[in-house]
């Protein structure tokens, strides 16, 4: 019944996930290895591979915005995945506005259906990535919010979701 794997790597399962742009100063960094940690302080956690330009840039500078864009965003994303930030300037190629900063000075997109601003607070290194764990130190709410989230489910696809339900 079922078919048996012994890496990800080989997988071809679907991993739902939201998909979010971390924005390190001027660079983006497709993110879908993330999550909450806490809710009291709100600390929010992000895996990033130790040989991305990106880990290099959380790592001098300890801070960064998670945006949270609506699925319309979705080729920007999967773009913004392929590109490496110390080859181009992303932020330009991605053709995304950002007309505000954070206190750090990393972008906020205006396109994002919300951001978090984190200041990273602690790392944990364990297998291919780092996880930077932040304090999100503020949240930014879009006044017109998108209702199409944008999830990634691995190896180039996109989705959002399909039903509003309130219980």
């Known amino acids: 019944m079922f078919n048996v ?12 996930r939201v998909a979010a742009l971390l924005a390190c100063k001027g660079n983006l960094m497709a993110a879908s290895w993330h999550m909450p940690i806490s809710k009291s302080p709100f600390r929010y956690a ?4 130790e ?4 880990h290099a840039l959380l790592s001098e500078y300890g801070s960064f915005t998670l945006n949270f864009l609506p699925y ?7 773009l913004m995945g392929r590109l490496h930030g110390d080859e181009c300037d992303k932020l ?3 053709g ?30 364990n297998g291919d990535h780092t996880v930077f764990i932040a304090d999100v130190v503020r949240i930014y709410v ?5 209702k ?20």
């Open 5 to 16: 794997y012994e890496t990800l790597e080989r997988s071809d399962h679907s991993q739902p």
């Open 46 to 49: 992000v895996a990033v591979r």
């Open 51 to 54: 040989e991305n330009y990106t």
């Open 72 to 78: 319309e965003y979705y080729e920007t994303v999967d």
């Open 92 to 94: 330009r190629a991605s």
């Open 96 to 125: 995304l506005k950002s007309q505000q900063v954070d206190t750090n000075g990393n972008p906020l997109l205006d396109a994002s259906d919300f951001i978090y601003a984190c200041n990273v607070c602690d790392t944990y290194t």
């Open 142 to 146: 879009n006044a017109h919010q998108s």
């Open 148 to 167: 199409a989230p944008m999830l990634f489910f691995g190896r180039g696809r996109y989705a959002t979701a399909c039903k509003d339900v309130v219980i």
